[in-house]
Nanobody, 124 residues
Framework: QVQLEESGGGLVQAGGSLRLSCAAS????????VGWFRQAPGKEREFVAC????????YYAQSVKGRFTTSRDGASNTVYLQMNSLKAEGTAAYYC?????????????????WGQGTQVTVSL
């Protein structure tokens, strides 16, 4: 069993930056793929980024490519999402999710474990 807890959300002006954290307990995340998703009010949850299990290669949604970076810190069993040049459409609840596997997974149904989410609000 893996427990995930996101943190780092908040209010930021458009063009600003935030770093989200996804801290895991229960299992070492090294062999798990970890994905980031977001859900804006009235919209479906959508894929943002992921990092492969057993490696550090990453994959991003086109809408965030070049602005967001996800990375893993094995020592703290934490995955990060660095978000730069935030836009108003980035306002959403952000979730991290995990599953065992060494590929990039972009589908909501592909993940086994989910955090509770952290709110990001981008003001104009």
């Amino acid at each position: 069993q893996v427990q995930l807890e996101e943190s780092g959300g908040g209010l930021v002006q458009a063009g600003g930056s935030l770093r989200l954290s996804c801290a895991a307990s229960g299992r070492v995340l090294t062999s798990y793929a970890v994905g980031w998703f977001r859900q804006a009010p009235g919209k479906e949850r959508e894929f943002v980024a992921c990092i492969r299990g057993n490696g550090d290669s990453t994959y991003y949604a086109q809408s965030v490519k070049g602005r967001f970076t996800t990375s893993r810190d094995g020592a703290s069993n934490t995955v990060y999402l660095q978000m730069n040049s935030l836009k108003a459409e980035g306002t959403a609840a952000y979730y991290c999710a995990a599953r065992q596997g060494s590929y990039w997974y972009t589908g909501i149904g592909e993940y086994t474990y989910w955090g509770q989410g952290t709110q990001v609000t981008v003001s104009l």
